[in-house]
């Protein structure tokens, strides 16, 4: 379980942080994406809106599976597959979250993270130096963090519109369990209501286009069709399991156009 502490030089001089994996990956059904990033996430995944909680908005999602606790975009022998990577997943194992009073974010650290040493090995980056000033690998975290956050934001902006206009409603997804005839109905997931959209009054739809809330609308239609994709990942995995032995390096990379560099950009 992740225990986030705020990042600080008092605890953390001596702290470094280790190549990250995709440990962190491996039962993440969804994960959280920004606008900028949509299309390099569109090419390999579907889009979808997830609830936050009780009275709260809807959060806009790449699904990575339909059944909790699993990421088919991760292979069995712990590879990447699903070509972009997005960016919630190379902050790891840090978060930026708002103070108390909302006012300023605060940069925490995942203590737990098997990518974090409390006592930084020969192995690690370091997170601060000698002097006890952020080292270039954490300045230029810091920077990719507020960037992603702002863009976190302004989406939230964008999908709370989409909302208020009536157009996130459930999305009727049946999948198969491989275990009893009927499969089951996937919980939780949201999506356009397409025929409301259609339907939206001028000035509604006009405030929508001007704010690109629209876009991120239509991007979540277009992206429907990936859930085959999804699907044909899933079989490949449950394929891999089935195997003796290590599973099968299969090179997916060559289903997906896109791939990430792992640089800090969008």
């Excluded at 992206?223 to 003796?244: F, N, T």
């Amino acid at each position: 379980m992740a225990r986030y502490i705020a990042l600080n030089k008092a605890d953390h001089r001596e702290s470094g942080l280790l190549p990250a994996g995709n440990g962190h990956a491996l039962e993440k059904a969804v994960v959280p994406v920004v606008v900028e990033e949509l299309p390099q996430v569109v090419p390999t995944m579907p889009l979808a809106f997830v609830s936050q909680g009780e009275g709260k908005p809807y959060e806009l999602v790449a699904l990575q599976s339909l059944q909790p606790g699993v990421n088919v975009y991760v292979h069995t022998n712990g590879r990447w597959i699903g070509g972009y990577r997005p960016a919630w997943y190379r902050t790891h194992p840090f978060l930026a979250v708002r103070d108390e009073s909302g006012s300023r974010r605060v940069v925490c650290v995942d203590t737990d993270a098997d990518a974090f040493q409390l006592e930084a090995g020969p192995d690690a980056v370091r997170l601060f130096d000698a002097d006890g000033e952020p080292t270039a690998k954490t300045r230029d975290l810091l920077v990719f963090l507020e960037k992603l956050e702002q863009a976190r934001e302004m989406t939230q902006v964008l999908v709370n519109q989409l909302e208020e206009a009536g157009l996130v409603v459930p999305w009727k997804i049946s999948a198969s369990d491989g275990k009893s005839e009927g499969g089951y109905d996937v919980q939780g997931v949201y999506h356009i209501d397409e025929a409301a959209m259609r339907e939206l009054p001028p000035e509604t739809a006009s405030k929508l286009l001007k704010s690109g809330a629209l876009s991120v609308a239509y991007t979540q239609l277009l992206s429907e069709h990936r859930l085959q994709g999804l699907v044909r990942l899933y079989e490949l995995r449950a394929e891999a399991k089935k195997q003796a032995g290590p599973a099968e390096d299969v090179d997916l990379e060559a289903l997906f156009a896109d791939d990430d560099d792992d640089n800090l950009t969008f």
